[in-house]
């Protein structure tokens, strides 16, 4: 069984900062990449980040929405990939998804709420 474990999440001002992680555990194929993603109420589910696996060379892509804002990092030693949010804004509210990408299938987090709110 995989299982992705997702935290950091809350409530926060805006302007603040948040830093989401993400911990897999369980055997599953060689990952390829990690990324969040995020669904707002009434909209669908979009990508904020995503960091290759593969190679020592990092490779990111990032929403244009957050670009300058959102930083994403892996530990792969420990199965870990953050999320590192500066200068939220209210539309940056909602729930927060990890998503672990393999070579054979992908995993999702269960989800945690951010609320940017004052």
């Known amino acids: 069984q995989v299982q992705l474990v997702e935290s950091g999440g809350g409530l926060v001002q805006p302007g603040g900062s948040l830093r989401l992680s993400c911990v897999a555990s369980?055997?599953?194929?060689?990952?390829?990449?990690m990324g969040w993603y995020r669904q707002a109420p009434g909209k669908e589910r979009e990508l904020v980040a995503t960091?290759?696996?593969?190679?020592?060379?990092?490779?990111?892509n990032y929403a244009d929405s957050v670009k300058g804002r959102f930083t994403i990092s892996r530990d792969n030693t420990k199965n870990t990939v953050n999320l590192q949010m500066n200068s939220l804004k209210p539309e940056d509210t909602a729930v927060y998804y990890c998503?672990?990408?393999?070579?054979?299938?992908?995993?999702w987090g269960q989800g945690t709420q951010v609320t940017v709110s004052s």
């Open positions: 998503k672990w990408t393999t070579f054979v299938r992908d995993y």
């Open positions: 369980g055997n599953f194929f060689r990952t390829k990449a």
């Open positions: 960091i290759s696996s593969v190679t020592t060379y990092i490779r990111t």
